[in-house]
C-alpha cells in the first residue's frame, strides 16, 4: 500500500506468516508472475487474491478439473483413443507445443514474470478449445469425436504438469500423480511435456488444485492479525 516494508511496524508480510495463510505454491505462483523486472512495486490482497483466483483458480485449475474430471466420469478414467484428430486439434497440440518451448527460453533468458504468464497461457488454450469443441455436447452425438477432444485435453495438462514444476512443485507433484505417471514430476525432464499420454492409460480421481480467496482485504487483514496472534509475531 505504498509503504515500506517493516516487520517492527507490521507492514508487509513475512514469509512464515505467509505460509500460515496460504500454500507456498500461491506464493511461488504471484510472486514470479508478478515479481519487478525494473523497480519496485507494491503488494496489495486485491492483487494477489485477483491473480490467484483468476490465473490459477478460474483459468489453471478449472481447465484441468474438468478435463479429469470428464475423463473419469465419462471414460473410466482411461484416456480414450482418437480415432482422427482434425486441424483444430493438431492446431492445438502444435500451439501448446510452441508455448512449452517459449517457457523454456523465457526461463533461460531470465523473463520469470513472462515465463509464468506463458505457462497460464496454456491452459487459457484449453479451455478455449474445449469451449469451442464443446464435448459434453459431443458425448450425445459423437462419443468417439468428444472422446478425441478428451485426449487432446489430456495431451495439454500432461504439457503443463511438467512446465508448472520451477513455478509450483507441489501443484505439478500433485497433478503428476493424479494423471498417474511413474516417478516424480521433479524427475522429469523438460521434452516429456510433448510426449502424450498412451491411449488407454489410467489416471486417478482428480482434486481441485486449488480454491478461491476471499477478495475482502479486512477479512484477509484479519487472518494475518490472527495468525500474528497464534505464532507470537511482533
Keep these: 500500500r505504498g509503504q515500506k516494508a517493516s516487520k517492527s511496524q507490521k507492514v508487509g508480510i513475512w514469509i512464515d506468516e505467509a505460509l500460515e495463510m ?3 505454491d500461491y506464493w511461488r ?8 523486472e525494473s523497480k519496485d512495486t507494491n503488494f496489495t490482497w486485491c492483487a494477489f487474491a485477483e491473480k490467484i483466483n483468476a490465473d490459477l483458480n478460474d483459468t489453471f485449475g478449472n481447465f484441468i478439473h474438468r478435463t479429469l474430471s470428464f475423463i473419469t466420469s ?3 478414467a482411461t484416456i480414450p483413443a482418437p480415432t482422427k484428430l482434425d486441424k483444430d486439434d493438431q492446431a492445438v497440440l502444435e500451439a501448446v507445443k510452441e508455448k512449452v518451448a517459449q517457457t523454456a527460453k523465457e526461463i533461460e533468458d531470465g ?13 487459457r488454450i484449453g479451455n478455449q478449445y474445449l469451449n469451442t469443441k464443446e464435448p459434453w455436447n459431443l458425448m450425445k452425438t459423437d462419443k468417439e469425436k468428444a472422446g478425441a477432444v478428451f485426449y487432446v485435453a489430456a495431451q495439454v495438462v500432461k504439457a503443463i504438469a511438467v512446465i508448472s514444476e520451477p513455478f509450483m512443485p507441489q501443484t505439478a507433484q500433485q497433478l503428476w500423480q493424479t494423471i498417474n505417471l511413474q516417478g516424480t514430476v521433479h524427475q522429469s525432464k523438460w521434452s516429456d ?3 502424450p499420454l498412451e491411449t488407454g492409460h489410467k489416471i486417478n480421481k ?9 477478495p475482502d482485504e479486512d477479512k484477509l487483514d484479519e487472518m494475518l492479525a490472527q495468525v500474528r496472534s497464534k505464532t507470537g509475531s511482533k
Excluded at 505462483?29 to 519487478?36: Q, V, W, Y
Excluded at 523473463?111 to 509464468?116: F, I, K, V
Design 22 to 24: 496460504f500454500p507456498v
Design 29 to 36: 505462483f504471484f510472486l514470479i508472475s508478478t515479481r519487478p
Design 74 to 76: 465419462k471414460f473410466e
Design 111 to 123: 523473463w520469470l514474470q513472462s515465463a509464468a504468464n506463458t505457462l497460464v497461457a496454456i491452459s
Design 193 to 195: 511435456a510433448v510426449v
Design 206 to 214: 482428480p482434486q481441485p488444485l486449488f480454491h478461491k480467496i476471499d
